[in-house]
């Protein structure tokens, strides 16, 4: 099982649509989450850290759920802005050291 | 604040030949991250440096691939010699402190295209 998995896409989804992404891991020492998005030719911009109650920025909720193992994006009146590639991204801990494994990402277009 | 700043851009080479990156991070950033993002994958950890010493380094390919900070500053990523597998783009990132909620700042990258 890879370490981080996410939906294959793509989505293509109508300008105001409501779309969500889904992200599994398996290590259960995770420590820290994040959603990184990904302009095409450009390079990763971290879009949203992942808290253990779930966290909201305007448009877009993250939630995680360690029991799981599964982390989502939920992106809300989508904007034709909104596309590009999401990357789910954990951070595993060995020794004192802190990695960040990526997914493969998911990518979105919005259409008019 | 500068960003995270690589070069070059853009680099063509044939199989068998060398290649080198540079990287010059955020200032006051202590880590230091090489990434390999081949198309349509997300980025896989090549190396990371604390300063000038070297963290991880699993996954770095060492028959052909080396990387230093000597300075704690700048790196540089070499490939010598380069297989067509090596096509891809190479990330640098950096923190200000490598631990688990430290945000990591990408740099534009460097697209290596090996014939």
């Known amino acids: 099982r890879k370490e981080v998995e996410q939906d294959p896409g793509p989505f293509n989804v109508p300008e105001g649509a409501t779309v969500a992404f889904n992200c599994t891991y398996s290590n259960s020492a995770s420590q820290s989450f994040f959603w990184y998005r990904q302009d095409c030719r450009k390079e990763p911009k971290l879009l949203m850290s992942v808290y253990s109650s779930g966290n909201e920025d305007g448009r877009f909720t993250a939630q995680l759920n360690r029991a799981s193992q599964y982390i989502s994006l939920l992106i809300r009146d989508s904007k034709l802005s909104d596309s590009a590639t999401y990357l789910c991204a954990v951070n595993i801990q060995g020794g004192s050291n802190y990695k960040l494994t990526f997914g493969k990402g998911t990518l979105l277009t919005v259409n008019p | 604040e500068a960003g995270v700043a690589q070069s070059p851009r853009y680099k063509i080479i044939e199989k068998r030949q060398s290649v080198a990156f540079w990287c010059n991070p955020i200032s006051g950033h202590a880590t230091l991250y090489w990434y390999q993002q081949i198309l349509g994958q997300g980025p896989k950890l090549l190396i990371q440096?604390?300063?000038?010493?070297?963290?991880?380094d699993s996954q770095l390919p060492k028959d052909r691939f080396s990387a230093e900070r000597l300075k704690g500053v700048d790196s540089t990523l070499k490939i010598q010699p380069a297989k067509l597998e090596d096509s891809a783009v190479y990330l640098c990132a950096s923190s200000f402190y490598g631990s688990s909620y430290n945000e990591q700042f990408f740099g534009p990258g460097t697209r290596l295209t090996v014939l």
């Open positions: 440096f604390q300063n000038n010493g070297v963290v991880d």
